[in-house]
C-alpha cells in the first residue's frame, strides 16, 4: 500500500556528508512512524532517526549531533541530512514507515564513507 523512492546515496571520504530522500506514494502525515534504518556489513538492522506521531524524533546515540532528519509533507518525503561521516557510517540505509502497525521498507539505500 506504500511505496517509496530513495535518492542519495554513494561513496563519500570521512567527514563529508550526503542527504538521503525517501518520497512515499502515499501522504506521509497521517503514519504513526516514519524515518531511516540502517544495515552495515556484519551488523542487524538498527534505527538510526525517526518521528513519531506525537512529534518527538529520536536518533541513535552514535549519529547525534551530525545527522538530521526531516520531511515535506506536500511532497510525501523524508530526509537524511548525514555531515561527518565516518567510516563506521558505511551501511545500507532504508526509509520506512509504520502505519495502522504495518511496517513499509524501502529497497535501500548504499553508503559508503571511506578513504
Known amino acids: 500500500q506504500v511505496q517509496f523512492v530513495e535518492s542519495g546515496g554513494g561513496s563519500v571520504q570521512p567527514g563529508g556528508s550526503l542527504r538521503l530522500s525517501c518520497t512515499a506514494s502515499?501522504?506521509?502525515?497521517?503514519?504513526?512512524?516514519m524515518g531511516w534504518y540502517r544495515q552495515a556489513p556484519g551488523k542487524q538492522r538498527e534505527l538510526v532517526a525517526r518521528?513519531?506521531?506525537?512529534?518527538?524524533?529520536n536518533y541513535v546515540d552514535s549519529v547525534k549531533g551530525r545527522f538530521t532528519f526531516s520531511r515535506d509533507n506536500a511532497k510525501n518525503t523524508l530526509y537524511l541530512q548525514m555531515s561527518s561521516l565516518k567510516p563506521e557510517d558505511t551501511a545500507v540505509y532504508y526509509c520506512h514507515v509504520l502505519k495502522n502497525y504495518m511496517n513499509y521498507w524501502g529497497e535501500g539505500l548504499l553508503v559508503t564513507v571511506s578513504s
Open positions: 518521528i513519531t506521531s506525537d512529534g518527538n524524533i
Open positions: 502515499r501522504a506521509i502525515d497521517s503514519f504513526y512512524s
